[in-house]
Nanobody
């Protein structure tokens, strides 16, 4: 019954923008730490942006800091990743995921902390 469905991926030229969406069902996203991860061919899955339960804290990978913004719409139970100034190295499959966590605790940064995963949406940035 728990579902995470990503959308919004596509192909864009370097310097362009995309906004990814993650529609959740079966649980309330604001009650979980939510994260965006990405995996490029031949590379490990890495955390891109994390949002604490309640939205009080965020984490961004150094490689995307200042360019990506994570947010959520509680009414829609949907997580977003706004991506600007995209670079070819941002090319990857992007996944949203949920982790059980406590308010005020350190954000879960490790991929293994996340128990619910979407199927991913592809982002391709061409130069």
């Amino acid at each position: 019954q728990v579902q995470l469905v990503e959308s919004g991926g596509g192909s864009v030229q370097a310097g362009g923008s995309l906004t990814l969406s993650c529609a959740a069902s079966g649980f309330t996203t604001s009650s979980y730490c939510m994260g965006w991860f990405r995996q490029a061919p031949g590379k490990e899955r890495e955390g891109v942006a994390i949002l604490s339960n309640g939205g009080d804290y965020t984490y961004y990978a150094d490689s995307v800091k200042g360019r990506f913004t994570i947010s959520q719409d509680n009414a829609k139970n949907t997580l977003y990743l706004q991506m600007t100034s995209l670079k070819p190295e941002d090319t990857a499959m992007y996944y949203c995921a949920a982790s059980v966590c406590r308010s005020g605790s350190s954000l879960p940064l490790n991929v293994h902390s996340y128990v619910y995963w979407g199927q991913g949406t592809q982002v391709i940035v061409s130069s």
